[in-house]
Structures are given as structure tokens and as C-alpha cells.
């Protein structure tokens, strides 16, 4: 009996243990200057963070409120989103909406002379009771960089500076060591340049020791002084880029727990801020564990066979590849086989990966049966699709498929594996396009082009997208009147992006109304090119999770467009790696997804909700797809409602003639609760 009540005691100690450290996890550490915080870049961050669902503990040099400024004196959060080239105060808010599930709340607008703080940056011990670290920027983070020269602050001695100066760079290098990412915003991003590796010196600049960031690049305040203080510590300033992500350099003993957890961001503009931030979520809630990198993932390759070269029109359904264009001899899985079974330098990944060809005549597993198929495949951690004609995939298999996945398994579709013309005897993919990933490329209006394209990482920081990645950076203002992705960087400044020579398919849509954003069952885009229109742009790359049991297993489903080409399944390419990247992310035994929050509203395809003329003059008409609209609100640039319309239908229209010419914040509700925020523009 004794025995019983201690392993009993034991266990619940355990769980105990278990919830605390998962509570933990869902704080972060952020740190304002005592003297010179900038006001934009502490509130918008914490409020974003707090929106889904982190406790924000807000550290200074002091347990003293912060002093806190934004310029011109006296400015506000709308007048400075205002203030941005390009953008506006809605434009502001309709981003954080989409990046956190939650209105931005005006009573924040206004800039106080302090800002609270929960204690002593001094008083932390390591990064154990967090998932993340962000530095507010601002003139006064200055003060902390570890270069040797410390200067008092409003009641911080020159040696309490030094102190916290250290002491930033001690925890900041914890949460690295343990895979925890760290966010430097403005003037608060050179610290990371200025962050030591142990045990390592050099001459000048480097005689305490070398940067973190030695040989990487960084963005951070945009003057010139900046390129000079990050060239003086061998680290690269990017002067376009909104947000960087960064690896910390080889000199660094924990260079693989710490691969593409740095970031660093350029401005103060709230659109920045909420960019970076939302970005800094994207690795708390996408990237593995550090321990889990390393181990073994089984994966199943399900193809139709070797490229026939001898007979690939696309007229010869035996021949799985067809060849669409002449001279270039298309991938197949073999390709896929090699790029799983390298050594790739920017990973650690281990995957023992096995392939089938369900054209063969014996399979193993019963075709016309949903449980056979999905005991033969449960075996695996994920399966990689690759099959493009339909021929010999039936329905019951991808009753199977749809099984394993709401079980916890992992489904990567690669380029044709979205391709769904349905074939002779019911042979169909549509369970899988429409059911489980939620796009295809129809046989009806079908087309393809073989061009070289930008892809856009509209949704910087996820795993998939991000780990081992380095990134160009190309121009890209507002191509899309509505996008879809959270990520989008509504600054002047430039977006993460590849440059890629491979086939496009034109016509690859959404086909069901799955809502775009972080919640389970939403899809939430990865990347967008720059040749489609919207929504089709934004085909390129987009993930999924999936709990239709609505019980402990999460299904984790991943597309990626381009993949005719063999050369982009090189080892040492960047799309390469972005195809190791999705297939250790969805296998389900290698990678525990941690828990999505349930409350992020949904920001629906545009075919859901349609509003037109936009822009317009006048009269305005709405059309919901599902449902009725039971109001209408409109917002101006100040963030003030001039409008609000109560409706019980699912078609309106209203008139805005009466409004000055300018951009306006659209919000529609629904009965059942779905809200839908857009830009509408007043001509």
C-alpha cells in the first residue's frame, strides 16, 4: 500500500511538474531600456503577444517604471502607422488582426512619459521559465551593448549598465543554447552584434570576444552608423529588410540548437513591430525542441514510377512523369529519394525513407479497403505524395489517407501531387485536395507555365520556411490588394524571397472555404509568387493542421508548387532544403506541434466574402457565402468608427458617398461569429 502511494505521489508530482513547465511556456521575457525605451516597439509587441496568449514579463535595468518616448514628441501609434510610406493606421490594424486573431485597442494609442516593468532584468536566472526573448528598442537600449563603455541612466549607475550589459548577453546565449529565439528590434538590434561567444577574442572590437553574429546578416535602425558599428564586429548589416532571421556563428558551441533563432528588425513603425513579433511567434510555436532535431524520421515516398523518357508525352498515362516541355526531362522520386537521403550541411535531419509505386501489381496493402491502406502507411512518420495522375488512386485510399492524418500523420504533397483530373474507373485524388489540403489544380480550365518566378515568404519564422533558409530580399509594396498571410510586411521595406526556375501551375485555387490563419483547420500560407493573381499567388507553399477527432493527435499537412525541375532537388539549394525542412516538420513521431490557440479569428478567402467595387465612389455591395452578415462597421484612419450598419442577410450594400476620399478599416460579423477585415478604399 505504501508502494502504491508513493509511485502515486510520484506521478502526480510529475504531472504537476509537467503543467508547470507547459504554463511556463507560454511567457516571454521583454526588455525595455530604464531610460529611452521607444514606446512603439514595447507596446505593439506585448500587446500582440498577449493577444494569443503569452504572459509578457517586462523587464528593465531596475525594478523602476521605464521612461518611454516616441518621436515628434507626443506622437501616437496611429499617427506614426500614418507616417509609413505606403501604408496607414487600417493598414496597421487590418495586420494585426491577421497576425494575432485580435483589434488592436486604440486606448493604447497614445504615448505615456513611463511604462511599468515586472522587475530587474538582473533578477533572472536563464531562459528556463520562457519560450522567447524581445528587446524593445529605442536611443536608451544603446546604452547596453557589451562594448566596454558604459554610461549612467535615469537611476542606473554606469555599473548597474555594465551589469545588465553582461547580463543580457549571459541570458540571451541561454535561450539560444536551449533553441529559444530572440528578438532585437531597432536600435535594440545591435546588441545581438555586439553579444560575445564565450571563450573567443580578436583584435579591436573583438577583444571581448567574437559577435554572435560574425559573418551573418542583421537589420536594425537605418542610418549609416549602423552599417559601420555592425562591419566593425564582422557581422552585415541589411539595410532593406524588415525583419532578419539569423544562425549565431560557427564559433558558437550550441550552433545547431540556435540555427535561424535570431532576429533582428530594421524601424519603429507599428507595422514593423507587429511584423517582427508575429515573426517571433512563428519560431516559439513552429520550431522542434532542440533535442528533437537529430532524431530518426521514417518516411514513405508513394509515386508511380520512373520517368519514361522514351514515352513521356502527357498522353501516356503508364508513364507517371509526363514531360511538359521540351528538352528539360521532368523530376521523379528518385530525385526525392537522394535529396531525403543526403547529408545536408544547413541540417541535422535523419530520415529513413522507403518508396512504393502504386502502379505495381502487388501491393501491400488492399486498394478497394480505407483500413488496409492506412495500417500499411501508419508505420511511417510521414508520407510524401508525389504521384501526378490520378490512375490508380481510389477513393478508400484516400479515406486511408484522411485517417492516418487525423491519427497524427504527416502528409506532404509535392508540385503534381495537387494536380486532380480524375481518371477512368473513380480513380480520384479529390479527398485528398478538397478534404485535406483544400487546393488542386483542375483539369477544367488547366495550364501551366515554365518560367523563372519570386517566391515571397509571406509568413516569415515558420519552420518549414525558415530553418537553414538564407534569403534575398526583393521589392514588393502592395501587389496583393488583400492578402491573405499574417506575415506580410506592410513596410517600405523589402520581403524574404527566392528566386526559382520551375513550372507554375496556373490554375492551382483554393477550393474550399478553410479559413487562412493559425487556427487548427485553417491554412496558413508560406509563400506567394509574384505571377498569379490573388488567392492563386498564394498556392506557392502553405501548411495545415488538422484535428478532425478534436482529441491529442494533430495531422500536419504541407504544399509546395515548385518541384519539375531536378535541379531544385539539389541537397545545397534552397528549395531543396525547404522540402527536408516540410518533411521532418510533418513527421508526427519526430515533432510534437505545440497547442494552437483556438481563439485567433479566422481571415476567410476572398471568394467566401466578396466586396465590391473596391476601390468605389459610392455604393458598396457585400455577399457572404455562408451565413448572414449582422453588421457592418467601417473605421478611418484615426482608428474612430464613422460607420455601423445593423444587416440580417447575407447580401447588402451600403452607400460611402458621404465619406472623404481615403483608405477605411471594413469589419463584417456574421451570426455564427466569423469576422472578416478588409481595406476599402473611397475614391
Aim: glycine share 8%.
Amino acid at each position: 500500500m505504501k508502494s502504491f502511494i508513493l509511485k502515486l505521489t510520484l506521478l502526480i508530482l510529475a504531472m504537476a511538474s509537467f503543467l508547470m513547465s507547459h504554463a511556463q511556456a507560454k511567457k516571454v521575457l521583454l526588455f525595455v531600456a530604464q531610460d529611452g525605451a521607444y514606446y512603439s516597439e514595447y507596446i505593439v509587441c506585448k500587446a500582440g503577444l498577449e493577444a494569443v496568449g503569452y504572459q509578457v514579463d517586462v523587464r528593465s535595468a531596475v525594478n523602476m517604471p521605464a521612461n518611454t518616448y516616441m518621436l515628434p514628441a507626443n506622437t501616437t501609434i496611429d499617427a506614426t502607422a500614418n507616417a509609413l510610406s505606403g501604408s496607414s493606421y487600417p493598414e496597421f490594424q487590418l495586420q494585426f488582426q491577421r497576425a494575432f486573431g485580435a483589434t488592436w485597442n486604440s486606448s493604447l494609442n497614445g504615448t505615456p512619459s513611463d511604462i511599468p516593468v515586472d522587475g530587474s532584468i538582473l533578477d533572472i536566472v536563464n531562459s528556463d521559465d520562457y519560450a522567447g526573448f524581445a528587446i524593445a528598442g529605442g536611443t536608451g537600449t544603446i546604452s547596453y551593448r557589451l562594448d566596454g563603455t558604459y554610461a549612467a541612466q535615469s537611476n542606473v549607475g554606469a555599473d548597474t549598465v555594465e551589469l545588465v550589459a553582461k547580463k543580457l548577453n549571459i541570458l540571451a546565449l541561454h535561450f539560444l543554447e536551449k533553441g529559444k529565439p530572440v528578438l532585437a528590434q531597432c536600435h535594440g538590434a545591435a546588441l545581438p552584434v555586439f553579444w560575445r561567444i564565450p571563450n573567443t577574442t580578436g583584435p579591436d572590437q573583438e577583444l571581448l570576444g567574437y559577435s554572435i553574429l560574425k559573418n551573418q546578416q542583421a537589420a536594425g535602425f537605418p542610418d549609416a552608423n549602423t552599417n559601420t558599428l555592425y562591419s566593425s564586429l564582422g557581422a552585415f548589416y541589411n539595410a532593406s529588410a524588415a525583419t532578419m532571421i539569423a544562425s549565431p556563428g560557427s564559433a558558437f558551441q550550441f550552433n545547431t540548437e540556435s540555427r535561424s533563432r535570431v532576429i533582428t528588425s530594421r524601424d519603429w513603425y507599428p507595422q514593423t513591430v507587429s511584423y517582427a513579433t508575429r515573426t517571433l511567434l512563428n519560431i516559439m510555436e513552429s520550431f522542434p525542441h532542440e533535442n528533437q532535431v537529430k532524431q530518426s524520421c521514417k518516411v514513405l515516398v508513394l509515386h508511380g514510377g520512373v520517368m519514361d523518357s522514351t514515352n513521356c508525352h502527357y498522353t501516356n498515362l503508364a508513364n507517371d512523369i509526363p514531360c511538359n516541355h521540351a528538352g528539360i526531362d521532368p523530376a521523379d522520386y528518385r530525385h526525392v529519394m537522394n535529396l531525403l537521403n543526403g547529408n545536408s550541411q544547413k541540417d541535422e535531419f535523419v530520415f529513413d525513407v522507403d518508396e512504393l509505386n502504386m502502379a505495381e501489381p502487388n501491393l501491400p496493402y488492399d486498394s478497394n479497403s480505407a483500413a488496409s491502406f492506412n495500417t500499411y502507411i501508419s508505420k511511417y512518420d510521414a508520407v510524401i505524395f508525389y504521384k501526378h495522375w490520378s490512375t490508380h488512386v481510389r477513393n478508400e485510399m484516400m479515406e486511408g489517407f484522411r485517417t492516418y492524418a487525423e491519427n497524427g500523420g504527416g502528409i506532404i504533397a509535392l508540385h503534381h501531387g495537387l494536380y486532380a483530373r480524375d481518371e477512368a474507373g473513380g480513380a480520384s485524388k479529390r479527398i485528398l485536395t478538397d478534404s485535406l489540403f483544400g487546393a488542386a489544380s483542375l483539369n477544367a480550365g488547366f495550364g501551366i507555365s515554365l518560367k523563372t518566378y519570386t517566391l515571397y515568404a509571406t509568413n516569415y519564422g515558420h519552420f518549414v520556411s525558415t530553418y537553414g533558409i538564407t534569403y534575398g530580399h526583393s521589392v514588393l509594396q502592395d501587389l496583393w490588394n488583400s492578402d491573405p498571410t499574417a506575415g506580410m510586411n506592410r513596410s517600405f521595406s523589402e520581403m524574404p524571397s527566392i528566386t526559382i526556375d520551375d513550372e507554375l501551375y496556373t490554375n492551382l485555387s483554393f477550393t474550399s472555404s478553410f479559413g487562412f490563419g493559425y487556427d487548427m483547420g485553417d491554412i496558413t500560407p508560406l509563400f506567394s509568387n509574384n505571377e498569379l493573381s490573388e488567392p492563386m499567388a498564394h498556392t506557392s507553399g502553405f501548411v495545415r493542421h488538422i484535428n478532425f477527432n478534436n482529441d491529442s493527435s494533430e495531422g500536419r499537412l504541407v504544399y509546395l508548387q515548385p518541384g519539375e525541375r531536378r535541379e531544385n532537388y539539389e541537397i545545397t539549394g534552397t528549395y531543396g532544403q525547404l522540402i527536408r525542412n516540410a518533411t521532418f516538420w510533418a513527421s508526427k513521431d519526430s515533432y510534437t506541434a505545440p497547442s494552437i490557440p483556438t481563439h485567433i479569428s479566422k481571415i476567410e478567402p476572398r471568394d467566401i466574402v466578396k466586396v465590391y467595387p473596391n476601390p468605389t465612389n459610392g455604393e458598396v455591395h457585400l455577399y457572404l457565402d455562408e451565413g448572414n452578415i449582422t453588421t457592418i462597421r467601417l473605421f478611418d484612419a484615426r482608428g474612430a468608427e464613422v460607420f455601423y450598419q445593423v444587416v440580417a442577410a447575407n447580401a447588402t450594400q451600403f452607400s460611402v458617398a458621404h465619406l472623404p476620399k481615403g483608405v477605411y478599416l471594413l469589419q463584417i460579423e456574421a451570426a455564427d461569429g466569423f469576422k472578416f477585415v478588409e481595406r476599402l478604399v473611397r475614391e
